[in-house]
């Protein structure tokens, strides 16, 4: 089994199922010792952001900001994607304490030539 995995997400809240659903991938591998990174794309950097990851995304879906605590909480990583935060006029000094900007190269360094399993969503 690989040791890590890596979660792309470049969904937002436009599709806040998807994004549930991440989180709960994610934070399962986190429970099972995994190292866990999530690449955020588009829409996805602002769930980087404090009080940005509120929403239930479907009857009986627990609540995202409970799911992105306990990512964090794990030792999940937020990798954003400078170009798209950027783009977005967003703040760097906003992002939350486990988040990094990080585009294509810093994402492939993170992964090395550990086994790394990737979905994305």
Not at 8 to 23: I, K, M, P
Not at 44 to 65: F, K, M, T, Y
Not at 67 to 87: D, M, R, T, Y
């Amino acid at each position: 089994m690989a040791t890590k995995m890596l979660v792309n997400l470049a969904t937002g809240l436009e599709d806040s199922e998807r994004v549930t659903v991440a989180f709960l991938v994610g934070g399962a591998a986190l429970q099972k010792g995994r190292k866990v990174a999530m690449f955020l794309t588009k829409e996805a950097v602002r769930l980087a952001l404090p009080g940005h990851a509120e929403a239930v995304a479907c009857d009986g879906c627990p609540p995202l900001a409970r799911l992105c605590e306990q990512f964090a909480e794990g030792g999940g990583e937020l990798l954003v994607c400078p170009i798209c935060f950027n783009s977005r006029r967003l703040d760097q000094a906003d992002l939350l304490a486990h988040a990094t900007l990080a585009g294509a190269t810093p994402m492939l360094e993170w992964m090395g030539d550990d086994d790394t399993d990737v979905f994305s969503y």
